[in-house]
T-cell receptor, first 118, second 111 residues
Framework: GAVVSQHPSRVICKSGTSVKIECRSLDFQATTMFWYRQFPKQSLMLMATSNEGSKATYEQGVEKDKFLINHASLTLSTLTVTSAHPEDSSFYIC??????????????FGDGTRLSIL | QKEVEQDPGPLSVPEGAIVSLNCTYSNSAFQYFMWYRQYSRKGPELLMYTYSSGNKEDGRFTAQVDKSSKYISLFIRDSQPSDSATYLCATNAGNNRKLIWGLGTSLAVNP
């Protein structure tokens, strides 16, 4: 149980392109989804918290106009990197927490999207 | 001081060894503790989830939480080459869903 699917797994595109990443909880409903960025040999850096039906909460230093998040349903959140540039190249990972249970519930992660901007 | 401290390693052990991975934390409000395993170019996979102090065992994995010393551990018995990965500890105070992460410890189990 608690499977999270993230798509696509790999994206290579030219500078200036907008890239959309999908995150789906396959066998559970997730009120809250999270978007992380991870640099090589570093831990996960939380970018934003996405709540179904409301605006995402962005961490300090993360540009909300650059990283657009939409959480349209209890099983789907999307991250769009707008007008991507080489410095946006990174490993993006989503996670989801079960709708039931308290705030201490663990997060379940997708397999990540490796984004490379040329 | 970081809220969660974790030695990044790398840690290298022979197959069959007992592995001990550790984290310390500074905030006594943390109540929920997790261990995740992350293989290269993959997302983290939840291994163990514990609440408050005590031990929890699942197969070859044992998680320990000592809230008095703010110390959490993950033990791996009979380690296998397939256990080679980065192990991340994470914690949460329970007042919101945001996880506080350790840096991760890189483990290599050599056949």
């Amino acid at each position: 149980g608690a499977v999270v699917s993230q798509h696509p797994s790999r994206v290579i595109c030219k500078s200036g392109t907008s890239v959309k990443i999908e995150c789906r909880s396959l066998d559970f409903q997730a009120t809250t989804m999270f978007w992380y960025r991870q640099f090589p040999k570093q831990s996960l850096m939380l970018m934003a918290t996405s709540n179904e039906g409301s605006k995402a909460t962005y961490e300090q230093g993360v540009e909300k106009d650059k990283f657009l998040i939409n959480h349209a349903s209890l099983t789907l959140s999307t991250l769009t990197v707008t007008s991507a540039h080489p410095e946006d190249s990174s490993f993006y990972i989503c996670s989801a927490a079960l709708k039931s249970g308290g705030a201490g519930q663990p997060q379940h992660f997708g397999d990540g999207t490796r984004l490379s901007i040329l | 001081q970081k809220e969660v401290e974790q030695d990044p390693g790398p840690l290298s052990v022979p197959e069959g060894a007992i592995v001990s991975l550790n984290c310390t934390y500074s905030n006594s409000a943390f109540q929920y503790f997790m261990w995740y395993r992350q293989y290269s170019r993959k997302g983290p996979e939840l291994l163990m989830y514990t609440y408050s102090s005590g031990n929890k065992e699942d197969g070859r994995f044992t998680a320990q939480v000592d809230k008095s010393s703010k110390y959490i551990s993950l033990f791996i018995r009979d380690s296998q080459p397939s256990d080679s990965a980065t192990y991340l500890c994470a914690t949460n105070a329970g007042n919101n869903r945001k996880l506080i992460w350790g840096l991760g410890t890189s483990l290599a189990v050599n056949p």
